[in-house]
C-alpha cells in the first residue's frame, strides 16, 4: 500500500468495508469503517485548542429507564490566521473555543498563553513554529 494523504486513499471492497489510510501528522496507518453512506473513522472527537472531548451519560425516560448515551462536542472546522506565520490554520474547534481565541486577542495569543497538555498536536506544531519566529524577532532586535 502506498502512503498518501488521509484525503486521497480511500479503497472499497464490499458494502460493509475497511479502509486504510496514511495520516501523515502521526505516520501511523489508521482503520476506518464504511457503513452504508456514512464513515465513521477513529480519528478523535476532541476540540484541537480546549481539548473537549466525548462525555457519556443516561438517556432518562419519564419511566426513569436509563440508557447509555454519549454527548458529542460540537466541532467545527475553522480557519484561522496567524498574524506573525501570515498563514492561514483550518482546525476541528468547539465554539467556545473560538470565543476563547476572540477574547485572547487571536490565534498567536491564545497558543502563547495556553499550557501544551490542552492543546492538540497541530495545535502544538503551529505552536513550536510561533516560538521560533519569536526568537527570530528578538535575536534580530537586538
Given at each position: 500500500?502506498?502512503?498518501?494523504p488521509i484525503?486521497?486513499?480511500?479503497i472499497?471492497?464490499s458494502i460493509l468495508?475497511?479502509?486504510y489510510?496514511?495520516?501523515?501528522?502521526?505516520g501511523?496507518?489508521?482503520?476506518?469503517?464504511e457503513?452504508?453512506?456514512?464513515?465513521?473513522s477513529?480519528?478523535?472527537?476532541k476540540c484541537?485548542?480546549t481539548?473537549?472531548?466525548?462525555?457519556?451519560?443516561?438517556?432518562v425516560s419519564?419511566a426513569?429507564n436509563?440508557?447509555?448515551?454519549?454527548?458529542?462536542?460540537?466541532l467545527?472546522?475553522?480557519?484561522?490566521?496567524?498574524?506573525?506565520?501570515?498563514?492561514?490554520?483550518?482546525?476541528?474547534v468547539?465554539?467556545s473555543?473560538l470565543?476563547?481565541?476572540?477574547?485572547?486577542g487571536g490565534?498567536?495569543a491564545y497558543?502563547?498563553k495556553?499550557?501544551?497538555?490542552k492543546?492538540?498536536?497541530?495545535?502544538?506544531?503551529i505552536?513550536?513554529e510561533?516560538?521560533?519566529?519569536?526568537?527570530?524577532k528578538t535575536?534580530?532586535?537586538?
Amino acid at each position: 500500500m502506498t502512503k498518501t494523504p488521509i484525503h486521497t486513499l480511500i479503497i472499497l471492497k464490499s458494502i460493509l468495508d475497511v479502509k486504510y489510510t496514511f495520516v501523515e501528522e502521526t505516520g501511523k496507518t489508521m482503520l476506518s469503517w464504511e457503513v452504508g453512506f456514512k464513515i465513521v473513522s477513529n480519528m478523535p472527537r476532541k476540540c484541537a485548542l480546549t481539548g473537549k472531548t466525548v462525555l457519556f451519560g443516561n438517556n432518562v425516560s419519564h419511566a426513569h429507564n436509563k440508557t447509555r448515551r454519549k454527548f458529542l462536542p460540537n466541532l467545527q472546522k475553522i480557519s484561522f490566521m496567524s498574524e506573525s506565520l501570515k498563514k492561514v490554520f483550518q482546525l476541528r474547534v468547539t465554539p467556545s473555543g473560538l470565543r476563547t481565541v476572540e477574547k485572547n486577542g487571536g490565534l498567536d495569543a491564545y497558543l502563547l498563553k495556553t499550557c501544551d497538555c490542552k492543546l492538540s498536536k497541530r495545535a502544538l506544531i503551529i505552536k513550536n513554529e510561533l516560538l521560533k519566529t519569536c526568537k527570530l524577532k528578538t535575536e534580530r532586535g537586538n
